[in-house]
């Protein structure tokens, strides 16, 4: 079954951690995202990616990294991780069809929580 | 630029109400919109869609009827349960746009109780 998934699902580290979120989906999608989800649950775009070499960032300005090397896989890193990262991640791809990205498939997001 | 206003909730119904949550856009062109739910601790699902004026988007006992002349896409059901307790999020995605895609509104937590 076609389906996207993340690892972890929760996490909890100290600050100054290096961490990585996984990304990856088996639907072939070219098109991958990065969302931020506040504790009012609104959603922030925080990365983006065409296909494989390519990454850009969302609207909200996030100091987390990505890359696409492979079209199924699009992790996210923290290289020094803050309280102030503490939120909840939500990874999601979609499809280009009928000359525009239509619906977008989510994961179940990583809660990342850092002391 | 392109935007998505729903109503703030946090809303309370008993079981069996009847549900509305608005939702109106502004977009330049024929955006196609849509309703997700996000049930605690999980990620969204797409609830409905509809990509042109007048169409009905319906699952799950929802419905959406894409309205161009007011700009609204109001998600309503008939007859809420419990397990329709969720964040509800109204989305569009702007034709011919390669750039970010999906524009959603701020979400709708829905509470019901028995």
């Known amino acids: 079954e076609a389906d996207i998934y993340q690892t972890p699902r929760y996490l909890v580290i100290g600050t100054g951690k290096k961490i990585t979120l996984e990304c990856s989906q088996t639907?072939?999608?070219?098109?991958m995202y990065w969302y931020q989800q506040d504790p009012g649950m609104e959603l922030h775009l925080i990365h983006y990616s065409y296909g494989v070499n390519s990454t850009e960032k969302g609207d909200l300005s996030s100091e987390s990294t990505v890359s696409r090397i492979r079209t199924e896989h699009f992790p996210l890193t923290l290289e020094s991780a803050r309280p102030s990262h503490t939120s909840q991640y939500l990874c999601a791809s979609s499809e280009f069809q009928g000359g525009s990205y239509n619906e977008q498939f989510f994961g179940p997001g990583t809660r990342l929580t850092v002391l | 630029g392109d935007s998505v206003t729903q109503m703030e909730g946090p809303v309370t119904l008993s079981e069996e109400a009847f549900l509305t949550i608005n939702c109106t856009y502004t977009a330049t062109g024929y955006p196609s919109l849509f309703w997700y739910v996000q049930y605690p601790g999980e990620g969204l699902q797409l609830l409905l869609k509809a990509t042109k004026a007048d169409d009905k988007g319906s699952n799950k006992g929802f419905e959406a009827t894409y309205r161009k002349e007011t700009t609204s896409f109001h998600l309503e059901k008939g007859s809420v349960q419990v397990s329709d307790s969720a964040v509800y999020f109204c989305a569009l995605s702007a034709a011919n746009q390669a750039g970010t895609a999906l524009i959603f509104g701020k979400g709708t937590t829905l509470s019901v109780s028995s």
């Open positions: 639907m072939g999608h070219d098109k």
